[in-house]
């Protein structure tokens, strides 16, 4: 699986905060701003959408995925 294929597997709203954060390069305030989320959500999409796609694609690629407590 590719990254775009991963990307597609998350739900809009959280796509849209990753992508704006890691290809747009914007900040998370930027991001709540122009989305009109509020900046505890636009942070808490980056996170667990991070955490989703290193998941979905190490499993890709076979190899086990660190759990990290929050």
């Keep these: 699986m590719d990254l775009d294929r991963a990307l597609a597997t998350l739900k809009d709203p ?6 704006l954060s890691y290809h747009e390069g914007n900040t998370h ?11 505890g959500t636009v942070k808490s999409h980056i996170r667990r959408g991070t955490q989703r796609l290193q998941s979905i694609l190490a499993a890709y690629q076979g190899r086990p995925t660190e759990e990290k407590s929050s």
């Design 14 to 19: 959280v796509r849209l905060c990753i992508v």
């Design 29 to 39: 305030d930027e991001i709540a701003e122009f989305t009109g989320m509020s900046l």
